[in-house]
């Protein structure tokens, strides 16, 4: 099989993915081969080392977001059809959306809500030996200091413990970030591809292959030499 034959297949396997996918996936493509070719791989060779069309158009519709592939696989191509269906599907499509969009956020609003608590709890067992000198200043003033000793005891013990419970408020709102985080890549990754923490390994990988960077899934194209017999380079 040729490059171009290749590129054409593939371009016909991937369907009615997003144009920006597809344009993203044949230029990756058209690179590999390029380089492969140059490295001493025949146009044949080079083509048969990236693997079967329908293995890599699957691979690549799989890792494309979900909703940018929904809308892809809607679209009509007519403009006009296109408009037409939006709006007589949107008592459908409008709530869903709305009620999602509410959810995320509710969500994400109340992780933050907590860490808020949690830190507003901790300062008011901090700062509590402020409100123990108020109580022993006012029963001094009444002539029986011993009520407000104990209050300024009480106080003094709850900043202390306060002071203590910082660091596990600390932690738990590392964890709750972090989960507010990975709550905001999931809802990302419905429309956007995200990349892992794994960026700088993709970016090796990336340039290992010399081409730009892609999906895991475009990005998954053996090295030239783990393709080469034992022996060196055979030409077709």
Do not use: C
């Not at 200043?137 to 104990?150: E, I, N, Q, W, Y």
């Not at 990754?189 to 700088?200: A, C, E, I, N």
């Amino acid at each position: 099989m040729t490059k171009q034959e290749f590129l054409s297949e593939l371009e016909r396997a991937l369907g009615k993915l997003p144009h920006a996918e597809v344009e993203q996936a044949l230029a990756f493509y058209d690179e590999a081969i390029s380089d492969r070719m140059e490295d001493g791989l025949s146009e044949a060779e080079a083509v048969a080392g990236l693997g079967p069309v329908d293995e890599i158009a699957a691979q690549i519709a799989a890792e494309t977001p979900p909703i940018p592939r929904a809308i892809a696989r809607a679209n009509t191509g007519s403009r006009s059809l296109n408009i037409v269906l939006l709006a007589v599907f949107s008592p459908i499509w409008v709530p869903v959306a709305l009620a999602l969009a509410a959810a995320a956020l509710a969500v994400y609003v109340a992780i933050w809500a907590v860490i808020a608590a949690l830190w507003a709890i901790d300062a008011v067992l901090v700062l509590m030996p402020f409100a123990g000198i108020a109580a022993l200043a006012s029963t001094l003033g009444g002539g029986m200091p011993l009520p407000g000793v104990f209050v300024l005891g009480l106080s003094l013990v709850s900043s202390g413990f306060g002071l203590v419970a910082s660091f596990a408020v600390f932690w738990a709102s590392r964890l709750l970030f972090r989960a507010t985080r990975a709550f905001a890549r999931w809802v990302a990754s419905l429309f956007v591809r995200v990349s892992g923490t794994d960026d700088d390994d993709t970016s090796n990988r990336a340039k290992t292959h010399g081409g730009p960077s892609m999906p895991a899934a475009v990005e998954s194209v053996p090295s030239v030499h783990d393709t080469l017999p034992e022996g060196g380079v055979h030409n077709a």
